[in-house]
Every structure is written in structure tokens, then in C-alpha cells.
């Protein structure tokens, strides 16, 4: 990249940080300090607008980056991304945001704990959440390294560990002194930029096939070195059994995975009742679903314009395709409207990876603190205390995530968010439904149902092709790979539920009839909700 990609895309960085910056300290001199203030933004926000929040934290630099860098090398192998993430929030619609938002208070563990002896309850959700929310912040972590070394002419590792490590560092500041408030109103400004610039780019590239979608199609299908195969599943997935199976795993962990990510649960807590919980996620479905809409015609544009060898070339996982689209459609590397055109989109993209890694760093610092940290404590916590204890906490996700994502660099960022949500739905997913929807739930089932599903998941993951024993591999020079599948979702979200019936058919406690009926009015009704 040239100097004027540079500067400008930097500048633009820079107001864009500025910015929220601006808003984070504004918020943190008007907040009340309150436990509902940091977690929940006193729950002051509409419908509307906790919609555009929740389309911001959604729409992260895996969907943005990632699902267009799969489409670009892989043709119809990448759409499962955008197929699977958009119709996991029919899950969400249909089965969870009205519930947890009436039973619930702030995380997950809420919902669960309303019937359950609260300190097992909470210690595993609080240990699972944390866990999977470091997981998909270093998916963030990653596009933002490659992000770096595409602007900056892969100058060096030094530029994309810096990039991580500054991401991490802003994330902290925005949680620590802005709480939930000033997050939703990064995401809401985030969602609308991306959103514009998404679709400036997609009509630019129908343009350039003066509306041909067909065109499109044949031109990437030409250019892939596949031909036809290009345009029918099979490329990624189809090779053997064992592929096919990862493609069911897949799948089977993006449909289920988003109803467990702490991060979009902690979203229904910010407006005042349920049934705006369920107009919210009315507004994101309609958001995020012309979003990946427009993702598809982003991943086939990248293949037909720059071709998938010069976007391997660029990052070999893809996640530099649309910058590298931007820079095409604008004229070129040595024009203006390139240049323009690339640093918007490259800003434009450290801002969703900005304000995602803030919506999950506030989920995961508030497990923390209002489920492990007030749980383990001999006397209960006070909230004041707590909001201290989450924002210590920040800080500590903040170096875990920056250290994983220093070491996972060179994958693709939206099959690592797969990881993620191959682990939500094994382990979060089980004890909210059992908590939900069965009567004869225990504690113990409780317990079992989010380690049976949280343990086998990141064993299989660390004995998958993933960490060791491929050219890929975190570890490409050992070899410890006895699970053959990239993503465990097959199996262990199906241990996840078995284990959460085991342990309450094998538990000698009685379920709570009457604690039962009272969630369950509540679910139901809003009696007695937060």
C-alpha cells in the first residue's frame, strides 16, 4: 500500500477513535455508578436503538472479513457463514430474548441461578461465558493484525502485534470507564458505518456487471481455477467424510451458537421489558439480514475483481478481501478513489473490530465479577465494589485475549468466531433451554450441562487439526491431532445436553416445584422482572 492509503486510513482511524473516546468520557461523567448502570445502561434504551447495538455487536470482523475472505477462495462453501449466522437469530427470536430478558438481571447465570442453589450455578456459566467470550475476542484480535499488515505493506509481525495490542488496550478504556452505556452507543455508531459502507461497496460491484448478478457468478467461478465446482458446495467441505462431517459441525454450531454468547445475551438487559427485547432483535434480524445478503455479493465480487490468488496472496486465510475489493473498485491502487476508498473501508473495519471487542469485553468482565467473583466471596458483594471488580477484570480478559490472538494470527477470523459458537452452544446453550423449559432441572444437571459441554469441547479443539499436526496448525511442528474435525460442535454439543440429563436424572436433589412456577411466570409474564 501506498502512503496516501496509509495516512488516510489512519486519519480516519483516528477520528473514528477519537470519537468514541469522546462519547466514553462523556458517559463516564454522567453515569450513577450503579451495578445496572455498567452492566445494563439503566436499561434506558429503545427498541430501535438496542436493535442497531445488537446488529453493531453481530457484525463483527469475522462477518465482515472473514465470511467475505471464505466466498472469495471457496465459492459456495463460504455462504454456510452467512446462512448459519443469520438463521441462528430465528433461535434467538423464537426460543430466548423474550425469556432471559424476564427471568435474567445482567449475565447469563441470572436466568439459571432464578432456580437453582446459586454458587455452582453461577461458578461454571460465569467460567463458561468468560471462555467463550475470550475466544471470539480473539477472532478480533486476529482481523485486526491483518488489517495492520495489509495497511502498513506487511512491514513485519511487529506492526500486527502492535495493532493487537493497541486494540486490546482501547477496549479496556472503553468498558473501564464507559460501562454498558457507552458501548451501546459505539455499537449503534458502528452498525451505521458499516452498514453505509457495505453497501456502497455491493452496489459498486453490481455496477461494475451493470446488474448482472449472473455475470458475477461466471466471472468468479472463471477466475477461481475451479470452473463450475466453484459455484457448488464440495470445494471446502466436500473432499471426504471427514469434511462432510465438519461441514455438519459447522453448521450445527453457528445455528445454535448465538443464543449462548454472553455478549448478545447481556443485550436484552438494556431495554426496559421484554417485549422490547423481542422488538430488538425484530430490528437486528432486518439489519443483519441484508448485511450478509450483502456479504455474499462482497465474497463473489472480491473473486471476480481481485481474484482468489491475490487475496490469498494478500492474507492467505482471506481476511483482506474486501480491503483489496475497495481498493479495485475505486480505480486502483495508484488512484484516488482507490485510495479514498480503501482507507474508508480499512477504518470502517477497525471500527467493528473496535466495538465488538468492547461488547464482549463488558460480558466477560461482568461474569466476572457478578457471578464468579460474588459467588466465590464469603459475604456478598456490594454492587459498587463489583462494578470496581469488573473493571479490573477488563483489563485481565483484555492481556488474555491480546496474548491468544498474538498466537492465532495467521487463521481466518470467521472460522475461529466458529470455534467460539461451536463452544457457546455446547456449553451455554443446554442449561439455558433445560433452565427454561424443564421442570425437573437440578442444580446438579445445571452444573453438568455446562462442563459436559465446555470441557469435551476445548479438548477436542486442542487435539483437532486446528493446534497441531497440519500446515495450518497453531503448532505446525508437533503433532498431537486425534480428533479429526476443525470444529467439535458434532459432538460436544449434543455431551453438553446429555450431561445436563444425566446429572439431574442421577441427582438426589428434588427439583423446586415453586421456584419453578415462579420462573416460569416470570419468562413468561415480566412479574417480578429486573
Known amino acids: ?44 434504551f429503545s427498541p430501535m436503538e438496542n436493535g442497531f447495538a445488537i446488529a453493531g455487536d453481530y457484525m463483527s470482523a469475522a462477518s465482515f472479513l472473514g465470511i467475505s475472505g471464505l466466498i472469495a477462495l471457496f465459492g459456495y462453501d463460504g455462504l454456510l457463514y452467512s446462512v448459519g449466522f443469520l438463521v441462528a437469530w430465528l433461535v434467538v427470536l423464537f426460543l430466548v430474548a423474550e425469556l432471559v430478558r424476564n427471568c435474567g438481571r445482567f449475565t447469563l447465570a441470572d436466568v439459571v441461578a432464578a432456580r437453582m442453589r446459586e454458587r455452582p450455578v453461577r461458578i461454571a456459566a460465569g467460567t463458561s461465558s468468560v471462555t467463550v467470550s475470550v475466544l471470539y475476542l480473539v477472532a478480533q484480535m486476529v482481523g485486526a493484525g491483518s488489517l495492520v499488515a495489509l495497511l502498513l505493506g506487511n512491514t513485519g509481525e511487529a506492526a500486527r502485534s502492535w495493532a493487537v495490542i493497541g486494540v486490546g488496550a482501547l477496549m479496556v478504556v472503553y468498558v473501564s470507564l464507559g460501562g454498558m452505556r457507552a458501548t451501546t452507543w459505539i455499537q449503534i455508531v458502528k452498525a451505521v458505518l458499516l452498514l453505509g459502507g457495505t453497501v456502497t461497496l455491493t452496489v459498486l460491484v453490481l455496477v461494475r456487471f451493470h446488474g448482472d448478478f449472473d455475470q458475477l457468478l461466471r466471472t468468479a467461478a472463471e477466475r477461481s481455477g475451479h470452473g463450475d465446482a466453484f459455484l457448488g458446495p464440495g470445494l471446502k467441505y466436500g473432499g471426504d467424510w471427514t469434511a462432510r462431517f465438519d461441514f ?181 446453550l443446554p442449561v439455558l433451554l433445560y433452565s427454561l423449559f424443564w421442570r425437573g432441572f437440578t442444580t446438579r444437571g445445571a452444573v453438568w450441562a455446562v462442563y459436559g459441554g465446555l470441557i469435551p469441547a476445548l479438548a477436542l479443539v486442542v487435539l483437532s487439526p486446528v493446534v497441531s499436526g497440519s500446515p495450518g496448525a497453531l503448532f505446525p511442528a508437533v503433532d498431537f491431532q486425534y480428533f479429526p474435525l476443525e470444529n467439535p460442535g458434532l459432538v460436544s454439543i449434543p455431551l ?22 415462579e420462573a416460569e411466570v416470570r419468562s413468561l409474564t415480566g412479574a417480578g422482572a429486573a
Open 248 to 428: 455438519m459441525s459447522l453448521g450445527l454450531a453457528l445455528v445454535l451458537g448465538t443464543a449462548g454468547l454472553p455478549h448478545i445475551l447481556s443485550r436484552f438487559y438494556t431495554v426496559p421489558t421484554a417485549q422490547a427485547a423481542r422488538r430488538s432483535v425484530v430490528w437486528s434480524i432486518g439489519l443483519i439480514g441484508g448485511f450478509y445478503l450483502m456479504t455474499i455479493v462482497l465474497g463473489f465480487g472480491a473473486a471476480a475483481i481481485v481474484g482468489p490468488d491475490a487475496v490469498r496472496g494478500s492474507n492467505a486465510s482471506g481476511n483482506t478481501a474486501v480491503p483489496l475489493l475497495a481498493l479495485d473498485l475505486g480505480g486502483g491502487a495508484d488512484s484516488t478513489g482507490g485510495t479514498v476508498l480503501f482507507a474508508v473501508v480499512a477504518a470502517v473495519a477497525f471500527a467493528t473490530i473496535l466495538a465488538v471487542v468492547a461488547g464482549i469485553t463488558l460480558a466477560s468482565s461482568a461474569s466476572v465479577a457478578h457471578d464468579l467473583y460474588a459467588s466465590l466471596r464469603r459475604r456478598r458483594s456490594r454492587p459498587r465494589s463489583e462494578v470496581a471488580v469488573a473493571r479490573v477484570a477488563a483489563v485481565g480478559v483484555g492481556a488474555v485475549a491480546i496474548a491468544l490472538g498474538l498466537l492465532a494470527r495467521d487463521l481466518n477470523v470467521a472460522f475461529l468466531v466458529g470455534l467460539a459458537f461451536a463452544v457457546a452452544a455446547s456449553a451455554n
Open 1 to 44: 500500500m501506498t502512503g496516501n492509503h496509509q495516512a488516510l486510513a489512519l486519519m480516519l482511524f483516528s477520528v473514528f477513535v477519537a470519537v468514541t473516546l469522546g462519547i466514553t468520557t462523556w458517559v463516564s461523567r454522567n453515569r450513577r455508578g450503579s451495578a445496572e448502570e455498567f452492566y445494563a445502561g439503566g436499561r434506558l
Open 496 to 517: 453438553g445436553f446429555l450431561a445436563g440429563w444425566l446429572g439431574t436424572v442421577t441427582s438426589a436433589e428434588v427439583a423446586d416445584e415453586a421456584r419453578h412456577a
